[in-house]
């Protein structure tokens, strides 16, 4: 009586250990291209608390809307071509950028500490956002997203601008305009084509809605 019962036993322990195997298989070529732990982990610009922002596509149109002091421009400005030249979104091959932020939306840039060449989005304008615990404000680049995962203005570190329909004011994560520290140093990684679509673009997917911001083209200045 005890024959009957064996088979199953060593035929379900057999499932088991293939199972694991699949799993352990799978999670190695998951790895394959995973550029590795980064400080973002966990990290999400788009979340949290939403800050009242002002976006311009140069100095001159920041200076003329008088939404914010010239001087706030000037320095809001400074400080989107520092972010752009240093953490911009990274890509080793155009069409991959461009895949992400629409034909021709794409340059060559090369590493200033010899780590080689890549390309990063152009670079649209500018946003500046409110802070609203007496911080007055931070400013950092913005660009244009023209793909299937979502579209819209980002900043330089992920976050999208959207609209409080409440009020009616454009808002962007005050994470997106003024990350951590940990973010805002971390050595930039070049995603590859296999990174973006298993993160959905930049960032992973995200559903707030556009600022309704219409204008591209390069950065004025």
Same mark, same amino acid.
């Given at each position: 009586?005890?024959?009957?019962?064996?088979?199953?036993?060593?035929?379900?322990?057999?499932?088991?250990?293939?199972?694991?195997?699949?799993?352990?298989?799978?999670?190695?070529?998951?790895?394959?291209?995973?550029?590795?732990?980064?400080?973002?982990?966990?990290?999400?610009?788009?979340?949290?608390?939403?800050?009242?922002?002002?976006?311009?596509?140069?100095?001159?149109?920041?200076?003329?809307?008088?939404?914010?002091?010239?001087?706030?421009?000037?320095?809001?400005?400074?400080?989107?071509?520092? *972010?752009?030249?240093? /953490? @911009? &979104?990274?890509?080793? #091959?155009?069409? $991959?950028?461009?895949?992400?932020? !629409?034909?021709?939306?794409?340059?060559?840039?090369?590493?200033?500490?010899?780590?080689?060449?890549?390309?990063?989005?152009?670079?649209?304008?500018?946003?500046?956002?409110?802070?609203?615990?007496?911080?007055?404000?931070?400013?950092?680049?913005?660009?244009?997203?023209?793909?299937?995962?979502?579209?819209?203005?980002?900043?330089?570190?992920?976050?999208?601008?959207?609209?409080?329909?409440?009020?009616?004011?454009?808002?962007?994560?005050?994470?997106?305009?003024?990350?951590? *520290?940990?973010?805002? /140093? @971390? &050595?930039?990684?070049? #995603?590859?084509? $296999?990174?973006?679509?298993?993160? !959905?673009?930049?960032?992973?997917?995200?559903?707030?809605?556009?600022?309704?911001?219409?204008?591209?083209?390069?950065?004025?200045?």
């Amino acid at each position: 009586m005890t024959a009957p019962n064996s088979a199953p036993r060593k035929r379900s322990n057999s499932l088991k250990l293939t199972t694991m195997l699949a799993s352990a298989t799978a999670l190695t070529l998951a790895g394959c291209d995973d550029p590795g732990p980064t400080p973002q982990a966990g990290w999400d610009p788009n979340r949290g608390e939403q800050v009242e922002a002002f976006s311009y596509k140069s100095l001159e149109e920041c200076k003329e809307a008088k939404e914010v002091t010239a001087q706030q421009c000037e320095t809001s400005f400074a400080a989107a071509k520092a *972010d752009d030249e240093k /953490n @911009a &979104p990274r890509y080793d #091959q155009r069409a $991959t950028c461009e895949e992400v932020y !629409g034909a021709g939306n794409c340059v060559p840039k090369t590493s200033q500490s010899g780590g080689g060449s890549f390309f990063t989005p152009l670079l649209t304008g500018f946003v500046i956002g409110r802070m609203l615990d007496g911080g007055g404000y931070r400013g950092t680049g913005m660009y244009r997203r023209d793909d299937q995962y979502g579209g819209g203005y980002y900043s330089t570190y992920g976050g999208r601008l959207g609209r409080d329909y409440g009020s009616g004011k454009t808002v962007i994560s005050r994470e997106g305009i003024d990350p951590p *520290d940990a973010i805002r /140093n @971390a &050595p930039p990684k070049v #995603q590859t084509r $296999t990174s973006v679509v298993s993160r !959905g673009g930049f960032g992973g997917g995200r559903s707030y809605a556009t600022s309704g911001s219409s204008y591209r083209g390069g950065f004025g200045g």
